[in-house]
C-alpha cells in the first residue's frame, strides 16, 4: 500500500517576508491579490487576525475595520521560487517528491518512514525543520495524493494522520472542498443537501455521475484509492555548463581555441552521455580590461559533435578583440532536446539530412537564422498569403504542398509594381514597365479576388489577368475594380 | 620540376576533368546538359525557370541565395508544379559579398545538389574561379542568374532564356558560351507528368527546334 504525504505551506507568502525579516509581519499585514474583481485578503498576519480580519474580506472592508493595516500584493515568481527550493530540500526526507503549486507538496513515504521512527514522528520531524526555516506548515498522512492533501488542509490540525485502509473512515467528516472539485460542482452539491464526502460515498457512483458528471467520480475513487493517482516527481532540469579560469590571461587564438576545446569536451561528453543535444551554445569570455563578451552561435538541429562546436565558435572567437588576455571562461548549452543517436555510416538519409542542418548552421551563423528560410503552406485564397517564409532551423516536421488549385506567377511581388499606360484598354493594350515597353498579345481573366471575409481592413476588390505579351514575357496584371481610371499594377511574373 | 612533368600533369588534370564531364551531368533533355561539380550561367527573362527545371532533375535540398528584392518575390505557389517547396532554402545575403560567400558555403557542402544564386551583375573572372573551385569540391552544380550584365567569367557554359510567346510552357533557351561543347539555340516546351499520385515528378521537356548557330 502507499503512503502519501502532503505538505500544506498555509503561509506560503508571508513565509517569504519572515525570512527576509520583513519588520512589517509583527504589525497586521497582509497579502492581498486580486479576486473577482476586487483587492481581497489572502494571507494574514497573527496580528492582523488578532485585529479581527479574515481571509477573502475586500481591502477597503479591511481597512474600515484596521485603519493601520498594511498590505501588499502576491508576488507568484518568488512564490513558486520558494515552493520550489523547499521542494529541493524535501529530496532529504523521501526520494519521491512532486510538486503541487501553489502552496503545496507531496511525498512518496512509502519505504521511508520508518528511518524517521514512523510516520508520526516523520511528521513532526518534518514540521520542525521547515519551522526552523521560518516556513509554518500542516500534514497530512494517508493512502492517497487526495486524501492526504484533504487532511492537511481541512483537519484544522498540524499533523493527520489517517491509518492504512482508514481513509474513507478519515476523510467521510471532511467537507467537499476536500475532494479539490471545481467550486461549481461543489455548489451543486451542497444545494442537493450534500456536506461530507461520506454521504458520496453511500450513493452509487452511477448516479452521481449522471448528475454531477464524470469529473466527480473520478475525484473520488481516486480520493479513496478506487483509482491509481500516483505521485509523480518532475526531475529539475539539469544544467549543461562548464566553466574555466586561468591564473593568468590569454589572448592568442591557439590558446582561446585549447580552452574553448576542453570546454567543449566536457559539456558535449555529458550531453551525449544523456543523449541530448543543445541547438545554441553561449561562450562567456572575460576580459581584464573590457569585462564580459558573450558569444552565441546556433545549430539547425540539436547536437553535442564537439567540432562542430568549435568549428561554429571560430569565426565570432576571431571577431573578438581582446587586448589585455582573457581569463575566465564559460560555455553554456542551450535549448537542451533529447535526440537520438543513430549510425552514421549506414543510414545515408540520416547523413544527407545531417550535412544539410549543417549548412544552415553555418549560414545562419554568419548571416542570421532569420535570412535563412524554408517556405510554408497557409490556407488562404490570396496569392500573397497562400505562404509564408519561416526561418529553416525551427521547421522541424516535413511540410506536404498540395498540387495548386490555381495557376500562380513564380515571381509574386509582395508590392504590386505600378506600371504606365501607353495604349489604353482591358487590359491595357500597349503598357509600360521597369523601362520596357510591352504589348498585349492574349489576356486571360479576370480573376476577381475579395480579401478575406474575417479581415475587413485588407485591400480591397481586385481583378487580376494573366497578359501574355507579344515579345515573350507572361505577366499578371492587376487593377483594382470600379474605378472610373483604372491603375494597373504588374502582381507578378508568370515562368 | 621538368616540362615533361608539367605537360603530363596537365594531361592527367584535363584527362580528370573531362572523365568528370563524362560520368556526371545532370541531363535536362537530349544535347541540353549540365556538368556537375561546376557553375553555369543563366540570363534572361525566364533563367529562374532554367534554374528551377535543373533542379528538378537532381534530388535533395536546392539553396537560393540572393538579395532580399530578389529571392523575396519567389513564390513556392507556383514552383510546386515543378519541384517540391519544401526543398528550398532561402538564403538572403544583405550585400554582393555576403551573396556570394553563402554561395561558396553551399557549393562547398556536398549536401546541396544544387545551388542557385541570384547576382544583378555576373561574377567576374576572380569570383567565378573561386566559385567554380567550391563547386570542384561539393560536386554540386551551380546555377548564376544574372539579372544585369555578365562579365568575362570561368563558368562552364552561360544561357540566355527567353520566354516564347506561342504557349504556357514555353521557352527559347540559347547556349552562347560552352567551354567543352557545342553551341545551340533550343525552342523548349514543358509538360507535366500526370501528378494523381501526389508526388513531385520530372516532367518532361520537348526540344521541338534544334536550330544550331
Known sequence: ?495 | MSVAQIINRRDVGTLATLQLQAREAVCLSGPVRLAKGRVHEVMGDSADMFAILTASRLAGPIIWIGLSRDIGSLAPTALQDYIDPARVILTEGISRSEVLWAAEQALRARCASCVIVELSAGPNLRESRRLQVAAQDGGGVGIILIHGRAQTSACETRWHCAANKSGENTWVWSLTKNRRGELGTWCVNWTNRDRSGGAYEAGVIHLAVATAT
Open chain 1, 1 to 495: 500500500m502507499r503512503r502519501v504525504l502532503s505538505i500544506w505551506l498555509s503561509q506560503l507568502p508571508l513565509d517569504l517576508r519572515v525570512r527576509k525579516g520583513d519588520p512589517r509581519i509583527a504589525a497586521p499585514f497582509a497579502i492581498i491579490s486580486e479576486i473577482k474583481n476586487a483587492w481581497r485578503l489572502t494571507h494574514l498576519s497573527e496580528a492582523a487576525q488578532a485585529a479581527g480580519l479574515s481571509p477573502e474580506l475586500s481591502l477597503p472592508d479591511a481597512r474600515a475595520i484596521c485603519p493601520q493595516l498594511l498590505t501588499e500584493p502576491c508576488d507568484p515568481v518568488r512564490e513558486a521560487a520558494l515552493l520550489r527550493a523547499l521542494w529541493r530540500w524535501a529530496d532529504s526526507l523521501s526520494p519521491w517528491v512532486a510538486l503541487d503549486p501553489p502552496d503545496g507538496l507531496f511525498l512518496d513515504i512509502t519505504g521511508c518512514a520508518h528511518l524517521f521512527g514512523g510516520e508520526r514522528a516523520m511528521a513532526v520531524h518534518t514540521r520542525e525543520r521547515l519551522s526552523d526555516m521560518n516556513v509554518i506548515s500542516r500534514i497530512g498522512v494517508a493512502d492517497t495524493k487526495g486524501a492526504a492533501w484533504a487532511l492537511a488542509r481541512f483537519k484544522g490540525r498540524t499533523i493527520e494522520i489517517a491509518a492504512e485502509g482508514k481513509t474513507g473512515a478519515a476523510l467521510a467528516a471532511l467537507p467537499l472542498e476536500g475532494l479539490r472539485v471545481p467550486p461549481k460542482i461543489a455548489t451543486d452539491l451542497r444545494r442537493t443537501g450534500l456536506k461530507t464526502i461520506g454521504q458520496l460515498s453511500e450513493i452509487k457512483p452511477a448516479e452521481l455521475a449522471r448528475r454531477f458528471g464524470l469529473d466527480l467520480t473520478k475525484a473520488l475513487s481516486a480520493t479513496l484509492g478506487h483509482a491509481p493517482d500516483p505521485v509523480s516527481p518532475k526531475a529539475a532540469d539539469p544544467i549543461y555548463a562548464a566553466r574555466m579560469t586561468l591564473p593568468d590571461p590569454i589572448g592568442l587564438r591557439d590558446d582561446l581555441l585549447g580552452v574553448l576545446g576542453r570546454l567543449v569536451s566536457s559539456v558535449s561528453g555529458r550531453l551525449e552521455s544523456d543523449a541530448k543535444g543543445a541547438r545554441r551554445f553561449a561562450l562567456t569570455v572575460r576580459c581584464v580590461d573590457t569585462g564580459d563578451h558573450i558569444l552565441q552561435i546556433g545549430f539547425a538541429r540539436p547536437t553535442y559533435a564537439p567540432l562542430a562546436i568549435i568549428q561554429q565558435f571560430e569565426r565570432p572567437l576571431d571577431d573578438l578583440k581582446i587586448e589585455f588576455g582573457a581569463d575566465w571562461f564559460r560555455l553554456e548549452a542551450a535549448h537542451v532536446e533529447p535526440i537520438q543517436p543513430f549510425q552514421i555510416s549506414l543510414d545515408s538519409h540520416k547523413q544527407a539530412e545531417d550535412d544539410t542542418s549543417k549548412i544552415i548552421s553555418t549560414l545562419g551563423n554568419r548571416l542570421g537564422f532569420d535570412r535563412v528560410r524554408q517556405f510554408m503552406p497557409l490556407q488562404s485564397h490570396l496569392p500573397e498569403r497562400e505562404f509564408v517564409c519561416v526561418e529553416a532551423m525551427d521547421r522541424r516536421e516535413p511540410v506536404l504542398w498540395d498540387t495548386a488549385p490555381r495557376k500562380r506567377p513564380v515571381r509574386l511581388f509582395k508590392r504590386p509594381e505600378r506600371l504606365v499606360t501607353l495604349e489604353p484598354g482591358r487590359p491595357p493594350k500597349r503598357f509600360q514597365w521597369r523601362k520596357l515597353v510591352y504589348a498585349t498579345w492574349e489576356a486571360k481573366g479576370p480573376e476577381r479576388l475579395t480579401a478575406e471575409w474575417w479581415q475587413d481592413d485588407r485591400g480591397a476588390v481586385r481583378d487580376y489577368w494573366q497578359v501574355q505579351t507579344e515579345d515573350g514575357p507572361r505577366l499578371w496584371l492587376m487593377t483594382y475594380p470600379g474605378s472610373n481610371e483604372p491603375n494597373w499594377y504588374i502582381a507578378g511574373r508568370f515562368p
